[in-house]
């Protein structure tokens, strides 16, 4: 299948930073990525819609300034927790659209302290 | 009320055994439908992708019934490796979009 790969895989920050992850789709082009949120023992929780070339689409709820999502590139998407709080602490997954199937990065798990 | 919904189990069966999940939806106009699988903290692999004829992998069976707007999973012959959760996953009015349910957790059990 194709490979999806997000960076870091895992993070641990203070509270009141930034912190930047990075999902790359490695050997296809992604239009369209898509990002998740998912604290424990819940399910993935779609937090936005990242459109190369164009603004993202976020779900309801979820803070756009706060949640900063780049798409420059057919191949790269970013997502960036800006003042990051130990309630943003979660694993973050990415997924990038190749044709009609979903694959997914590793995940980044955010501890804020 | 939401996208998909599915019963978070656990399910806890023995080797060998057959065991059935079932994830409703909530958008008659969905598409897209799959099933995932989740090991603990490691992000989701597609399993299969869901067919409106019914498709089989294996021993993996999946089904969709639009009336009733549900897709099934059916696993046969069930082994430890199979433990994990199973997540379904449907696509929303944009066809761009996908839910994901909450997941069901099999054990799988000696």
């Known amino acids: 299948g194709a490979v999806v790969s997000q960076h870091p895989s895992w993070v641990i920050c203070k509270s009141g930073t930034s912190v930047k992850i990075e999902c790359r789709s490695l050997d296809f082009q992604a239009t369209t990525m898509f990002w998740y949120r998912q604290f424990p023992k819940q399910s993935l929780m779609l937090m936005a819609t990242s459109n190369e070339g164009s603004k993202a689409t976020y779900e309801q709820g979820v803070e756009k300034d706060k949640f900063l999502i780049n798409h420059a590139s057919l191949t790269l998407s970013t997502l960036t927790v800006t003042s990051a709080h130990p309630e943003d602490s979660s694993f973050y997954i990415c997924?990038?659209?190749?044709?009609?199937?979903?694959?997914f990065g590793q995940g980044t798990r955010l501890t804020v302290v | 009320r939401k996208e998909v919904e599915q019963d978070p189990g656990p399910f806890n069966v023995p080797e060998g055994a057959t065991v059935a999940f079932n994830c409703t939806y909530s958008n008659s106009a969905s598409q897209s439908f799959f099933w995932y699988r989740q090991d603990c903290r490691k992000e989701p692999k597609l399993l299969m992708s869901v067919y409106s004829s019914g498709n089989e992998d294996g021993r993996f069976t999946a089904q969709l019934n639009r009336a009733s707007q549900y897709i099934s999973l059916l696993i046969r012959d069930s082994k430890l490796s199979d433990s994990a959760t199973y997540l379904c996953?449907?696509?929303?009015?944009?066809?761009?979009?996908?839910?994901f349910g909450s997941g069901t957790k099999l054990n799988v059990k000696p």
């Open positions: 997924s990038a659209l190749d044709r009609t199937k979903a694959f």
């Open positions: 996953v449907v696509n929303g009015d944009n066809f761009n979009k996908f839910y």
